[in-house]
T-cell receptor, first 114, second 111 residues
Framework: DGGITQSPKYLFRKEGQNVTLSCEQNLNHDAMYWYRQDPGQGLRLIYYSQIVNDFQKGDIAEGYSVSREKKESFPLTVTSAQKNPTAFYLC?????????????FGPGTRLTVT | QQPVQSPQAVILREGEDAVINCSSSKALYSVHWYRQKHGEAPVFLMILLKGGEQKGHEKISASFNEKKQQSSLYLTASQLSYSGTYFCGTELWGGADGLTFGKGTHLIIQP
């Protein structure tokens, strides 16, 4: 089955540690995205990538880093510089083909930093 | 700029109808609608594009008023499974550089 996988589902870290969240898709989608969701809030864009080896900052990129070495993979690193890292992190992807506009989400990773 | 959704919350009885609105102060290229159940990922419902094109699930109805930069999602004959939080996500142009989401509308369907 085609889809987007994120692992792990729950992640716990101590303050001051960097942590990397995995996102893999087998939909052959060109573009991939990372969003953050806080309780009672909408989703906010962290980073996105439309092509391998290239990525762009979103609205809240500070304290985060990404890489796009393969089309299928777009890992997100939450660094110790991120002041409030506890949140629900969602990865998404979409095709850039003509007439293809839908953006699909992975199941998410809930990160708790104490 | 973040779109504004209204109402913030709705409580319905099964079988009743609801309308959820999403407004932007800027000219939009597209509006995307999602439903999210607690603790789960948002599920794509529909996209409406500037110029009138729409793509989405057959049972979902929505409109996009380009003059007002407002989209409305129509939920008719609601079922218990419709419960959740509905989000609209907007694009100002078709560059696929991510969506800007509203804060969501909580919908509770009671039997």
């Amino acid at each position: 089955d085609g889809g987007i996988t994120q692992s792990p589902k729950y992640l716990f870290r101590k303050e001051g540690q960097n942590v990397t969240l995995s996102c893999e898709q087998n939909l052959n989608h060109d573009a991939m995205y990372w969003y953050r969701q806080d309780p009672g809030q909408g989703l906010r864009l962290i980073y996105y990538s439309q092509i391998v080896n290239d990525f762009q900052k979103g609205d809240i990129a500070e304290g985060y880093s990404v890489s796009r070495e393969k089309k299928e993979s777009f890992p997100l690193t939450v660094t110790s510089a991120q002041k409030n890292p506890t949140a629900f992190y969602l990865c998404a992807s979409r095709s850039l083909a003509d007439n293809s506009y839908e953006q699909y989400f992975g199941p998410g990773t809930r990160l708790t930093v104490t | 700029q973040q779109p504004v959704q209204s109402p913030q919350a709705v409580i319905l009885r099964e079988g009743e109808d609801a309308v959820i609105n999403c407004s932007s102060s800027k000219a939009l290229y597209s509006v995307h609608w999602y439903r999210q159940k607690h603790g789960e990922a948002p599920v794509f419902l529909m996209i409406l594009l500037k110029g009138g094109e729409q793509k989405g699930h057959e049972k979902i109805s929505a409109s996009f008023n380009e003059k007002k930069q407002q989209s409305s999602l129509y939920l008719t004959a609601s079922q218990l499974s419709y419960s959740g939080t509905y989000f609209c996500g907007t694009e100002l142009w078709g560059g696929a550089d991510g969506l800007t989401f509203g804060k969501g509308t909580h919908l509770i369907i009671q039997p």
